[in-house]
């Protein structure tokens, strides 16, 4: 109890006990869910505030302070120009090239540090140089070198979140209904990018810098009451998960149990507690017939070595893909939509970009449970992929003619299909893959395979942004679109290879036995 959370280290000196373990579980995963949740909402800013950094003066109502010869009044400086969609670019590759290089580190340090801590640090200066990028409105400054910096610090220090809370989640929840579990909780993707595009939308039009202050503040709140009240791990309130029975057999039967250094047994599935040491068996973990405690020494996993795991490297190279589709609409949806629909301001093209994360919210509920009950990971994402190109197609073409309903049923359909995958690989899975059974019960891989998997992805979360700058400047969203498109088709065919090895062990299951 000595690392424990002030906060929490209080009430357990009133309560001495550990008989109401799920209260410490619902605790966690809402404390994870808010922590990635205001992750996600600072990253927001940028996407809608794009629209109002460079944007077409002669729509505006004229400032007379301004010389009327001037065709830029209303632009920032040095977001201008015909390349200013480059320009605008440079910022989105430069933290997500940051935020891509600092997940491979910080997986391999969150393994070997206190969670709570590397939580509330990161998060802290994430939000410092979240509100610096809104401080340089107020303080007037229009140089890029120093918008490039706080995005690169920004990047690096946001790499800090994913890594660390899919490990405690890992911690506290075994493999049981991890699909849908994983899939609720992920939401916090979508419900981050919704409110850090409505709070961005409130002052986008007036005073942009307020975009960034404002979830900047809203970061450093939350990584303080991390620090307070986190639980990164059962052991540190007295409490020990247990592996069931099933998964015990299952594991020594292949020869991977290492052998524990010390062993319990309850066959009436009592809770072990004793007078001296307060800890309890998780149910929902533990057999209902037997429960079997098991305390090994671990050692951090080496990258080389997580690499090893069956289907990481597939879903790393997937996901570098689907997560170039996912950020480029992260980034670019308000921008997209106050191009092509001038009828908004940039406020009202925030508030229905963020339909899209919706629709990512189903999407990954829905990933969740068909992967739960196929137990076909690989297979759920590949269908998803499949369906993901063609709604991205209808949605280019017919999105600028259909009313504003039409729009929001699209991307609907557009986030579920985007975001379904991107949810299932980077929480499920990754939880999965990081508790393999040729890990041999080794729970520390589990931070140093999700950044793996979620850096691998990232470098393409940073490639998707850069390519749109890039080909919108010089070409036009068509061929953006058809970029994206392209991308999810590439996605799906690293996949195959793990595709028809499920569909393979499926239909061996489901073959009626000869006799």
Known sequence: MADGPLAVLCYF??????????????FVLFLTF?????????????????SVLSQNCATLDYNKTIELNSTTWCQWEPFVGHNADAVLGSLDYSYLFAYAIGLFFSGHIAERTNLRYFLTIGMVLSGIFTALFGFGYFWQIHSLPFFIIVQVMAGLFQSTGWPAVVAIVGNWFGRRRRGLLMGIWNAHTSVGNILGALI???????????SFIVPGCIMVVVGIILFLFLVPSPDIVGCRNSISTAEQVKNTSKGNLIPAESTEIRVDGSVPVSSTDSSY???ETASSVVSVDVKVKEKPISIIDSLKIPGVIEFSLSLFFIKLVSYTFLFWLPNYIKET???????????LSTVFDVGGIFGGIL?????????????????????SAPSLYVYNVFGQAVSSWGNVVMLVVCGAFVNGPYALITTAVSADLGTHPSLKGNSRALATVSAIIDGTGSIGAAVGPLLTG???????WRSVFWMLIGSNVIAFLLLLRLLVKEIRTLYSQIRPTTP
């Open 34 to 50: 808010l922590c990635y949740t205001s992750y996600h909402l600072s990253r927001k800013p940028i996407s809608v505030v794009k």
């Open 341 to 351: 629909r001038t009828d908004l301001s940039a406020s009202a093209a925030a508030d």
């Open 13 to 26: 000196q009133l309560e001495r006990k550990c008989d109401l373990f799920w209260r410490y579980k619902i």
């Open 470 to 476: 890039i080909i919108a400047s010089n070409a036009n």
């Open 367 to 387: 990933a969740g449970i068909l992967a739960d009950h196929s137990e076909a990971s690989a297979a759920v994402c590949c269908v998803m992929l499949f369906l």
């Open 281 to 283: 068996t998780d149910p």
């Open 200 to 210: 961005a939308g409130v002052w986008v039009d007036e005073a942009w810098g307020w």
